[in-house]
């Protein structure tokens, strides 16, 4: 079969191996519950939801990728998509290396996908596949800024006053989402290129742009939003009561 002939598979990388401090003490947050279920099982399935994706690599905790994958056993997931577990990194960057070392050749979009965004709808995930193969290199999808932004010169000491020193033009900024999505090789390379600093990079199309290479927008939603804080899980709890009232079940 001639490369043009060949299909181009589509695969999610999850990582899932931080622990999610500023939701506070225990489990990590990728595991804890959302209505009943692990905010990672929503988060699989919602991006096993796009009939485009056939493989989701969850990378887990360095130590915990037996209790992912049997969590993930547990749970009903769409037969069409296949599922592997990996064990990460220290940190997001290097969990996401490791995820992209653990696909198959085939594969031609990645898309990497936050597991504390467990409510991202398939239309979503499905511009953003589309846009890849569309010919674009990366692809992030992102909302308007609904508050005013000022750019602020750190206090030295907790609690103290900032000096606000701007105020970007809101109509330039957008809040940015996952999944974002990828040419395979250009992740790769942005990865091999990128040096690991610090806590490394949150932010996979930061790592494209670093590169020189085009990053293009597509409109997100607001039900992608990101659990951190208690009250996010309030809102995502009613987010699943408002899709099973309106669904039926």
Request: glycine share 8%; charged share 25%; net charge negative.
């Amino acid at each position: 079969m001639s490369d043009e002939a060949r299909p181009r598979r589509t695969a999610v990388v999850i990582p899932a191996a931080g622990r999610g401090v500023r939701l506070g003490p225990g489990a990590p947050k990728a595991l804890r519950a959302l209505n009943g279920t692990p905010m990672l099982v929503h988060a699989v399935r919602a991006m096993a939801a796009s009939r485009a994706v056939s493989l989701v690599v969850v990378v887990a905790p360095p130590d915990g990728a037996a209790e992912v994958k049997n969590l993930l056993d547990a749970h009903a997931l769409p037969e069409r998509t296949d599922y592997l577990v990996v064990p990460g990194g220290e940190t997001r960057q290097e969990s996401v290396r490791l995820g992209l070392e653990a696909l198959p050749e085939d594969v031609t979009t990645v898309l990497v996908h936050d597991a504390a965004r467990p409510l991202v709808p398939v239309d979503t995930v499905d511009a953003v596949v589309e846009a890849v193969r569309d010919g674009a290199v990366a692809v992030v999808p992102a909302l308007p800024v609904a508050d005013t932004v000022k750019e602020v010169e750190p206090a030295e000491r907790p609690g103290d006053p900032e000096q606000v020193v701007a105020t970007p033009v809101r109509a330039h900024l957008r809040a940015v989402q996952t999944p974002q999505g990828f040419d395979r090789d250009t992740l790769v390379h942005a990865h091999a290129t990128v040096a690991l600093a610090g806590e490394g990079a949150t932010d996979d199309a930061g790592m494209v742009e670093r590169l020189g290479a085009p990053v293009v927008v597509v409109p997100g939603h607001e039900e992608a939003f990101k659990v951190t804080r208690p009250l996010d899980l309030v809102l995502a709890e009613a987010v699943l009561a408002r899709r099973r009232a309106n669904d039926g079940f």
